[in-house]
């Protein structure tokens, strides 16, 4: 990655519209694994098979590359919408199932007509949105652009209850107990939002790993965590979007006045704990 691409100090970017040059550097939990893919897959065919569901209409919240090209049940007509012209144009796969369309918009201002909907899915979506708002808003457009009964299967990225203290995270990485720096950067996002509603500022991210840490050579050399990988904090840098990341508890709570939960599973990969994916049937 050059310095081309790190934004200068002041220089305002919305945060997806540069990420998409990380993209390649950035690894479960942070994107979907094989085995996210393959419980999403499977939990979707044996929805539609007991329901009843033939030729589903789709609907992916993002671009996600994973979900667009992954094992769709048989004649699935699956529409992605994403409001990064960035993302849009340079992530989307070449290799999404057959049809699929994609589409610049809104979640909150969904571009699909009322009621057309038999799945809607997506990756960590909540926690690119403000909390409470954010997620009441989605939770009614998803609720809108469902038929009535209609599967919402997603990955979430949660937070443990407690919060895991920056002096717990310090600890655990000085005794070699953390794997990734990708789970390691999850985790220290998580450990820095104060509480839900106010998120995380990807910017306050960056500051704290550089008071931390300084340059990120010293860390890679520290724990043996490639030097591309602890790089990729400076994607954060400047960057005014906030993350948010709930407790299990608190998402479910925003979802349960239109959904009824179906199914939640947990992945056994390292931080699985904090990325269960969830099946939600609208009321
Ligand atoms: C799906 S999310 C999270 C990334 C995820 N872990 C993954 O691997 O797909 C990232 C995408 O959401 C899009 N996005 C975030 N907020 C959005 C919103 N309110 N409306 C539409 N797209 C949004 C971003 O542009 C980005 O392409």
Redesign the pocket.
């Known amino acids: 990655m050059s310095n081309a691409t790190i934004p200068a100090a002041g220089q305002s970017v919305r945060f ?1 519209e540069q990420q998409w040059l990380w993209w390649h550097r950035i690894a479960p939990p ?3 694994a094989a085995q996210d893919i393959e419980t999403l897959v499977r939990l979707i065919a044996q929805w539609c098979d007991t329901r009843g569901c033939e030729r589903p209409a789709a609907l992916l ?4 590359p994973e979900i667009a090209s992954m094992h769709w049940p048989e004649g699935t007509r699956l529409v992605a ?4 012209k960035g ?1 849009i144009e340079n992530i989307w796969p070449r290799d999404a199932i057959e049809g699929a369309q994609v589409l610049s ?4 201002a969904l571009p699909i007509a009322a009621g057309s909907c038999d799945i809607v899915t ?4 909540f926690s ?2 403000p909390y409470p708002q954010g997620y009441d808003d989605l939770a009614r457009e998803l609720a809108r652009v469902l038929s009535r009964g209609g599967l919402f299967a997603m990955r979430a990225f949660v937070r443990p209850e407690p919060s895991e203290s920056m002096q717990e995270l310090l600890l655990e990485m000085n005794a070699g107990r953390i794997r990734s720096f990708h789970a390691f950067k999850w985790r220290l996002n998580m450990a820095l939002q104060p509480d839900t509603a106010t998120g995380v500022r990807l910017n306050d991210i960056w500051a704290a790993f550089m008071d931390l840490f300084g340059d990120p050579t010293s860390l890679a050399a520290q724990t043996n965590w490639p030097f591309a990988d602890v790089e990729t904090i400076h994607a954060y840098r400047n960057m005014e979007a906030r993350y948010t990341y709930p407790t299990l508890s608190e998402l479910r709570g925003e979802l349960s006045a239109r959904f009824t939960e179906i199914a939640c599973e947990f992945p056994d990969y390292e931080m699985g704990e904090r990325c269960p994916t969830l099946l939600f049937e609208a009321r």
């Not at 919240?61 to 996600?64: A, K, Q, S």
């Not at 997506?122 to 979506?125: I, L, N």
């Open positions: 997806w942070l994107r979907p919240l993002g671009v996600t919408v994403d409001r990064s993302m918009g809104e979640w909150g997506g990756d960590g979506c690119q949105l």
